[in-house]
């Protein structure tokens, strides 16, 4: 099996990409991290690239040609699917374009509920009964592009910021590399 030269872009921890490298270890995983994408120096998530040896790159998106380093970065690691894990930036029009439906996102709620940032303290403002997370395509628009997996769980009186963000984490690690099963059977 052919696997798909795959970037995880983080901004912080990086459990999923820690997550998504022991899953691309297993032969019959459809992709291999080929390449880590950090926007923050200071992410814990980089020490995972660097323990199990996976190229990384750190970009400034306050410098103007960021854009263009990933690009490159991208081309020259021979790139062709996505996945962004906890990147806390907006993804440009021209990486879209690029990269059309070669590109999902994992986020913290049960989309198209709760899109952007402070998931869980706005699901507790609304007294949610459920929580979840959702893996989707990524188009130009926030969190709004074709979901491929959703998974959810009750939520609990009781149930704080620290114990739904735990709760989402434990699915999303399931959901993610699920959703990349999916796509790949399913072409
Ligand atoms: C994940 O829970 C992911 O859903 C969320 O960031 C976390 C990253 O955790 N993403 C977003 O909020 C995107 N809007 P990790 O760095 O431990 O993988």
Redo the contacts with the bound molecule.
């Keep these: 099996m052919v696997k798909r030269k795959t970037c995880v872009f ?8 820690k997550n998504l490298i022991s899953y691309s270890r297993d032969s019959s995983f459809p992709i291999k991290i080929s390449l880590v994408i950090s926007n923050n120096r200071n992410a814990s ?1 980089i020490n995972f690239a660097k323990k199990y040896k996976v190229p990384y790159i750190l970009i400034n998106t306050k410098i103007k040609s960021h854009e263009n380093k990933i690009l490159m970065s991208l081309k020259k690691y021979k790139i062709s699917f996505i996945c ?5 930036k907006i993804i440009s029009k021209n990486l879209i374009r690029y990269y059309e439906g070669k590109i999902i ?4 709620s049960l989309l198209p509920k709760f899109k ?2 402070n ?1 869980f303290s706005r699901m507790l403002e609304k007294n949610e009964t459920k929580g979840g ?1 959702t893996v989707h395509f990524v188009n130009d628009k926030l ?1 709004s592009g074709i979901k491929i997996i959703q998974k959810f769980f009750f939520i609990k009186s009781g149930d704080n910021e620290i114990i739904l ?1 735990k709760k ?2 434990n699915l ?1 690690y399931r959901a993610f590399p699920e959703a990349i099963i999916k796509i790949f059977r399913d072409i």
């Design positions: 983080i901004s912080g921890k990086g459990s999923n990409l998530g962004l894990a906890g990147y806390m996102n994992i986020h913290p952007g940032l998931t997370c969190d963000k989402t984490q999303e």
